[in-house]
Nanobody
Framework: QVQLVESGGGLVQPGGSLALSCAAS????????MSWYRQGPGKQRELVAI???????QYANSVKGRFTISRDNAKNTVYLQMNSLKPEDTAVYYC???????WGQGTQVTVSS
């Protein structure tokens, strides 16, 4: 089993930036891809970005060009750099792996003036 701990959320004004981190521990040899999801108020959890073991990223259309996913395999950590943030990006952000593991607590991102 893999444990996931997200960090880096907070309150930011529209147009601002935040950087999220997620550290994985446990049975990390089973990890292939890593990903970020988010769940906004009253919404279903959605996939934001995913990165393969060799570093190939894919993004949801809603964040393409604004968010960047990256990973450090040596540190078993995945990152999400979020730029040009919008109020609709407000959500709890979760990381996970491929295949999916138990969800962590997530980190709150609030975009508001």
């Amino acid at each position: 089993q893999v444990q996931l701990v997200e960090s880096g959320g907070g309150l930011v004004q529209p147009g601002g930036s935040l950087a999220l981190s997620c550290a994985a521990s446990g049975s990390i040899s089973s990890i292939n891809g890593m990903s970020w999801y988010r769940q906004g108020p009253g919404k279903q959890r959605e996939l934001v970005a995913i990165i393969s073991r060799v570093g190939v990223p894919q993004y949801a259309n809603s964040v393409k060009g604004r968010f960047t996913i990256s990973r450090d395999n040596a540190k078993n950590t995945v990152y999400l750099q979020m730029n040009s943030l919008k109020p609709e990006d407000t959500a709890v952000y979760y990381c996970n792996t491929v295949p999916l593991q138990a969800w962590g607590q997530g980190t709150q991102v609030t975009v508001s003036s």
